[in-house]
């Protein structure tokens, strides 16, 4: 009985499109979550809303990053 190859469930060709556009999407959140930080006072900032963008642009970030590492040939 042959092992089958471990493939990718994401086609290869993809991987420069899928970084660049979400790399593009989390530096949109971050930019998003300074312009929140810079333009509320102190006693109008809300804990949740700040988890919850700093989480959703890091996800996005984290993606980017590894599918530009895959783009480029470093398999991680």
């Known amino acids: ?41 102190r006693k109008n900032r809300s804990l949740g809303k700040e988890l919850a963008t700093s989480a959703v642009a890091s996800v996005f970030l984290g993606f980017g990053s590894l599918f530009l590492l895959l783009a480029s040939g470093v398999y991680v």
Do not use: C, D, H, R
């Open 1 to 41: 009985m042959a092992a089958k190859p471990i493939a990718s469930p994401i086609p290869v060709a993809l991987y420069p499109t899928l970084s660049v556009f979400t790399l593009a999407i989390g530096l949109v959140i971050t930019a998003i979550f300074f312009i929140y930080e810079t333009t509320s006072s």
